[in-house]
């Protein structure tokens, strides 16, 4: 199983921006598929972003954050980073990032669902304030 642990998240103001980082150990970095969740008290957790490790670094993203985050890779590094910019209070969550080895979800929808991963980070705070 991967180890992760999530940095970053802090509180802001809307409009503001936050980088989150996630360090991922014990497995081979580029096989796997890694995403962005995040989970506000009282919601479901729900799919943010996702990442191949691997080939082509495609990426998918929820239509709520689209063209406000940026999920990228450093595979020399095995981390994962969620860029946001332009928050907004919705964006209050906590945020977390998972892991699981590659396969053909990978380049479609099933990348951010929640039940294709077994790996987790312990989550960071992401507070937006109006």
């Known amino acids: 199983q991967v180890q992760l642990v999530e940095s970053g998240g802090g509180s802001v103001q809307a409009g503001g921006s936050l980088r989150l980082s996630c360090a991922a150990s014990?497995?081979?970095?580029?096989?796997?598929?890694m995403a962005w969740f995040r989970q506000a008290p009282g919601k479901e957790r729900e799919g943010v972003a996702g990442?191949?490790?691997?080939?082509?670094?495609?990426?998918r993203y929820a239509d709520s954050v689209k063209g406000r985050f940026t999920i990228s890779k450093d595979n020399a590094k095995n981390t994962l980073f969620l860029l946001m910019n332009s928050l907004k209070p919705d964006d209050t969550a906590m945020y977390y990032c998972?892991?699981?080895?590659?396969?053909?979800?990978?380049?479609?929808?099933?990348?951010?669902?929640?039940?294709?991963?077994?790996?987790w980070g312990q989550g960071t705070q992401v507070t937006v304030s109006s």
């Open positions: 990442i191949f490790s691997n080939g082509d670094g495609s990426t």
């Open positions: 014990g497995y081979t970095f580029s096989s796997l598929c």
């Open positions: 998972a892991a699981e080895e590659s396969g053909s979800w990978c380049y479609d929808d099933r990348i951010t669902r929640v039940d294709e991963y077994n790996s």
